[in-house]
């Protein structure tokens, strides 16, 4: 079995595949120690042999997550790096090194399903946007702050913007009516300026490519923006597949 990790800014988001790529086992933590306690119970079924992790956090708290998945599970962890070329993707970045790996992965996933040009979106804490064209150059992105960051600033930065945590897709019924409430002017607000950060990646894409590209969408809140994107193709697993391909584990 492969314990698959993908170690994001709010969250670890992890599974455990077979052999064949199947899906067994997989869930979302906040924590080293929820993740522990995670693999601890898929461990009394599954054998955890192998283990491959993607990390946008700093190197000491990767390294130290590392460690930790040694000591407990006796596991050599293999982790994505920076490249400047892989799986037929060139880095755009000018220091290749500085782009966030999780944006690496998922490029590196969107090209292999697309073969051709593509636009990948990922939703998560940040929002990011990545270019491919159909030869595999990667032209560089853009990059935002998510929904939940742009909640927390709201709340952070004004005295009367308060209401409690609810889920948020109980005021996305009428996204586009004006909120009359707080929560539901922040909430929608805060959607309506995610969908049209993005409807302006389209357009991006449009310039380069006319209709000859696809849109690859995946991250938490994914679905606050799917339905301003025609045609677009919303995996969830974008970063492991990615992931499989900068990470190969021979059986
Ligand atoms: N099962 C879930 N657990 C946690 N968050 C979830 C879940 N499903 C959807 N979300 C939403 O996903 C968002 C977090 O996105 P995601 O998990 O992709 O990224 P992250 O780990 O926070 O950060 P990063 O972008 O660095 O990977 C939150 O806004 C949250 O509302
Ligand atoms: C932008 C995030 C936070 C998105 O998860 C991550 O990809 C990251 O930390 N990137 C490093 C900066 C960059 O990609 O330019
Ligand atoms: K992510």
Not at 103 to 121: D, E, F, K, N, P
């Given at each position: 079995?492969?314990?698959?990790?993908?170690?994001?800014?709010?969250?670890?988001?992890?599974?455990?595949?077979?052999?064949?790529?199947?899906?067994?086992?997989?869930?979302?933590?906040?924590?080293?120690?929820?993740?522990?306690?995670?693999?601890?119970?898929?461990?009394?079924?599954?054998?955890?042999?192998?283990?491959?992790?993607?990390?946008?956090?700093?190197?000491?708290?990767?390294?130290?997550?590392?460690?930790?998945?040694?000591?407990?599970?006796?596991?050599?962890?293999?982790?994505?790096?920076?490249?400047?070329?892989?799986?037929?993707?060139?880095?755009?970045?000018?220091?290749?090194?500085?782009?966030?790996?999780?944006?690496?992965?998922?490029?590196?996933?969107?090209?292999?399903?697309?073969?051709?040009?593509?636009?990948?979106?990922?939703?998560?804490?940040?929002?990011?946007?990545?270019?491919?064209?159909?030869?595999?150059?990667?032209?560089?992105?853009?990059?935002?702050?998510?929904?939940?960051?742009?909640?927390?600033?709201?709340?952070?930065?004004?005295?009367?913007?308060?209401?409690?945590?609810?889920?948020?897709?109980?005021?996305?019924?009428e996204p586009l009516a004006p909120g009359?409430?707080?929560?539901?002017?922040?909430?929608r607000?805060?959607?309506?300026?995610?969908?049209?950060?993005?409807?302006?990646?389209?357009?991006?894409?449009?310039?380069?490519?006319?209709?000859?590209?696809?849109?690859?969408?995946?991250?938490?809140?994914?679905?606050?923006?799917?339905?301003?994107?025609?045609?677009?193709?919303?995996?969830?697993?974008?970063?492991?597949?990615?992931?499989?391909?900068?990470?190969?584990?021979?059986?």
């Amino acid at each position: 079995m492969i314990i698959e990790l993908d170690c994001g800014n709010s969250f670890i988001k992890w599974r455990i595949i077979d052999a064949a790529s199947q899906v067994l086992l997989s869930g979302v933590v906040g924590s080293t120690e929820e993740l522990v306690r995670a693999l601890e119970g898929a461990r009394v079924s599954h054998e955890l042999y192998h283990c491959r992790m993607v990390s946008v956090r700093s190197d000491e708290e990767t390294a130290c997550l590392e460690q930790c998945l040694a000591q407990k599970f006796g596991l050599r962890v293999l982790t994505a790096r920076p490249a400047s070329c892989l799986a037929g993707v060139r880095n755009g970045y000018v220091n290749y090194e500085s782009l966030g790996l999780d944006r690496w992965m998922a490029v590196i996933a969107a090209y292999h399903l697309s073969a051709g040009a593509c636009l990948v979106l990922d939703l998560g804490t940040a929002v990011t946007a990545d270019f491919v064209a159909a030869n595999g150059d990667h032209k560089g992105g853009f990059i935002c702050p998510g929904l939940p960051l742009l909640r927390s600033q709201l709340r952070t930065h004004t005295r009367r913007i308060h209401y409690d945590a609810v889920a948020s897709n109980q005021f996305m019924a009428e996204p586009l009516a004006p909120g009359r409430s707080t929560a539901e002017a922040v909430e929608r607000g805060c959607a309506l300026m995610l969908k049209g950060f993005v409807r302006s990646q389209v357009e991006l894409a449009m310039a380069y490519w006319g209709d000859d590209y696809e849109v690859f969408l995946t991250g938490g809140d994914a679905s606050v923006v799917a339905d301003v994107l025609p045609r677009v193709r919303v995996v969830p697993d974008l970063i492991f597949i990615g992931l499989a391909i900068a990470c190969p584990i021979s059986s």
